[in-house]
C-alpha cells in the first residue's frame, strides 16, 4: 500500500509539472474520447488527462490485468485521490485521499545522501 501511495504521489508531482508546463505554452491536455472513462490495457498508462474546463486531472494506471488505479489530482484544492477499479466488475474503490498542500511544503523527506543542500553547497564551492 506505501508503494501505491508513494507511486500516486510521484505520479501526482509530474502531473503538476507537466500542467505548470502545458500552462505556460499555452497548451492543455485534451480528452481524446470524451467518454469520461480511462482506458483499459496498455494505453492505460497514457499521459494525465484533464477535461477542457475542467480542474480535475485524472492519471490511470494500469495494475495488472484486473485492476486499474485511477489518481484524480484537484489542483486549486491540492488535494489526491487514488481509486482502484476492477475491470469485471466496474466497482470502484476509494483506496486513499489526502490535502498535499503541506506535503509540498517540504524540502527533504525519507532521501539519502547526497541531500539538495549538500548537492548546492558542493556546486557553490566551484
Same mark, same amino acid.
Given at each position: ?118 548537492? @548546492?553547497?558542493?556546486?557553490? @564551492?566551484?
Amino acid at each position: 500500500m506505501k508503494r501505491i501511495i508513494l507511486g500516486a504521489l510521484v505520479c501526482v508531482g509530474l502531473v503538476m509539472a507537466a500542467v505548470a508546463v502545458a500552462q505556460q505554452r499555452g497548451e492543455g491536455f485534451g480528452v481524446g474520447s470524451g467518454s469520461g472513462f480511462a482506458p483499459r490495457g496498455p494505453a492505460a498508462t497514457a499521459a494525465p488527462m484533464a477535461a477542457t474546463g475542467s480542474e480535475l486531472i485524472v492519471a490511470p494506471m494500469a495494475l495488472g490485468e484486473k485492476t486499474q488505479m485511477l489518481t484524480v489530482v484537484d489542483p486549486r484544492h491540492r488535494v489526491v485521490c487514488v481509486y482502484h477499479i476492477d475491470a469485471a466488475t466496474g466497482k470502484i474503490a476509494l483506496k486513499s485521499a489526502r490535502n498535499i498542500q503541506w506535503d509540498l511544503q517540504i524540502n527533504n523527506f525519507n532521501n539519502e545522501a547526497p541531500l539538495p543542500q549538500q548537492i @548546492q553547497s558542493m556546486s557553490d @564551492q566551484r
